[in-house]
């Protein structure tokens, strides 16, 4: 196992380049930069002359390297990135790792209670809808699964808000916590609030994983069922509980197991439409508007982000697949 972990880690590294340089090629493909946008602010809201614009402009491309050659821009930022230091955020004006880690931890709550409720709310229906083949609770689930999975998350967002305000009246909906309490210290009655708010984007982003894995644990239970090592379990006189959480289930679960290297990214980057229909203070509105206002540096560092996390969940995922099915071996 330790070999091949070895050899995962150095193969990532020239995908991680590859990525990287991929990464900052197409940020850099269309036409001006950032400076750009900022001169035609600078003429249109700042009340400047063409030329005083274009002045103020060249002078911030000097300072930041941006008149250089693509090669230099990208080495220098490479250079940078292995250091640590991913950059300066030009709408921003911050650093780009401030800005990514003070809404990482946000991004990785919301996903992360997402993911338990895809693969908790996802398994249990799956396994009593292929143990209870074609009764009314296996046809309401294979409905539900149906509807979760065809309804966009954003869809689904704004119909929740339309539900707690014009039916529930419920002032404040979007975002993780009402206006009066965004400026004050954290205390019982602010987290009573957050969770007011929280179980909005967790349910929105959270229902088409949950409908995901509902119907894969279902197919997978009812094809493995029926093969010939299950039928000599239950001969041997194995109780239809054990059969199916020891024989049937490990195998079942290996597609969910192995979906979490895909999950991984996910999240880094959250639901981004969903995030700014909701108003989330995470990583995709953020990176969002780095893509719009060419902000290179945020939005390669971004993408750079989520290949090491792809990279680091199909690794985590190998490893618990063998957790899972002790038949794979690695070394």
């Known amino acids: 196992m330790y070999s091949y972990l070895i050899r995962r880690v150095l193969y990532s590294v020239p995908t991680l380049l590859l990525v990287s340089f991929v990464a900052f090629t197409i940020i850099t493909l269309p036409p001006g930069d950032f400076m750009t946008t900022l001169q035609s602010e600078l003429e249109n809201q700042g009340g400047l002359s063409r030329e005083q614009a274009l002045e103020i402009a060249n002078q911030m491309r000097e300072e930041y390297g941006l008149d250089k050659p693509f090669f230099l821009q990208y080495f220098s930022w490479l250079s940078g990135v292995v250091r640590g230091d991913f950059g300066y955020s030009f709408q921003y ?20 209670c997402c993911y338990l409720l895809s693969v908790v709310g996802g398994i249990i229906p799956g396994i009593y809808s292929a143990t209870h083949q074609y009764s ?3 046809n309401f689930f294979t409905v539900v699964a149906f509807l979760g999975l065809s309804i966009p998350n954003f869809f689904l967002a704004l119909a929740i808000m339309y539900v707690l305000v ?10 993780l916590l009402s206006p009066e309490y965004m400026v004050r210290p954290w ?3 602010k987290f009573v609030d957050f969770l007011k ?10 229902t088409a994983g949950t409908a995901r894995n509902m119907r894969v644990m279902r197919g997978n239970l009812l094809d493995i069922l029926g093969q010939q090592y299950i039928q000599v379990a239950r001969a041997k006189g194995l109780s239809e509980r054990w059969v199916i959480l020891k024989h049937a289930l490990r195998n079942a679960v290996q597609p969910i197991v192995m ?5 991984m990214p996910f999240l880094i980057q959250g639901a981004i439409v969903s995030s700014i229909v909701l108003n989330l203070p995470t990583t995709g509105p953020m990176f969002y508007n780095a893509i719009v206002s060419q902000d290179m540096y945020l939005a390669g560092s971004f993408l750079l982000l989520i290949a090491i996390t792809l990279i680091v969940g ?11 099915d002790p038949r794979i071996r690695y070394d």
């Open 93 to 112: 004006k911050k650093p780009v790792s401030e800005i990514i880690w003070r809404r990482l931890g946000w991004t990785f709550l919301i996903a992360a």
């Open 136 to 138: 009314w609770a296996d």
């Open 166 to 175: 014009f039916w529930l009246g419920v002032e404040h909906v979007g975002g």
């Open 187 to 189: 205390s019982l009655a």
């Open 197 to 206: 708010h929280f179980w909005v984007p967790v349910v929105v982003v959270g």
């Open 259 to 263: 979906y979490l290297g895909m999950v």
């Open 314 to 324: 199909n690794i985590l995922a190998d490893i618990a697949l063998a957790w899972v």
